[in-house]
């Protein structure tokens, strides 16, 4: 069984990312999206266990100190964020690439534990369209949208040190970016299937 890909994507809020993989998969790319853990309210559509599983900071406090979560990471003052493990080593295991929607912090943490993860960062073309964006979706106050227009320079900044980066201009041009590096990832001597292969052919 050819194991999974884990691919990792990260950019600053309003950036695009979710409205990428809508578009990847609409495409045709078969892939798991990890539903991550949060403590944060539910916005306005949001459903538990579709978008994310909340939990009560206690559940999320447990979780950690059993060692449940791959990475977990504390945003935006007070809320948590975190990745299952079982959940993704479940999938990769099933032969199923995995994307994890998750912030710098997270993304090197997974790096880290897993090095074949493959670390993609969605930029905006400018910091007016992700202002724009932020503002235009309407689900944050004020006061939330100037702390993540805050962060997003911050997150930038380590975009350097990510596998590829996508610029959200057109988003049918990045879809087919996101499809390319996945294809790419998988021909690669090292990946773990054709390192296997390798090795069964000689
Ligand atoms: P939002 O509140 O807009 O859904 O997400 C806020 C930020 O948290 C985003 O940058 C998102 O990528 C990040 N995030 C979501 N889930 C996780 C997670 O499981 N782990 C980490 N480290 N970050 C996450």
Redesign the pocket.
Known sequence: MKKGLLIV?????GAG?GTLLAEVKKKGLDFVL?I???T?QP?NMEVDGV??FFKTKEQVKNMIANGE?L???Q??GD?Y???SKQFVEMNLNAGRDVV????????F?VKSKMPDAVLIFIVPKDLETLHARLVGRGTETAEQVAK?FGKAKE?IAKAVRYDYLIINDNIDTCAEEFISIVKCEKLKVHYESNKKLIEQLI
């Open positions: 994507l990260s950019g600053p809020s990312k990890s991550s853990v949060t944060r916005r978008n994310y979560l990475e977990s990471k945003v935006y809320e964020y975190g990745t994890l929607e998750i912030d710098t912090e997270g993304a943490e993540r997150e």
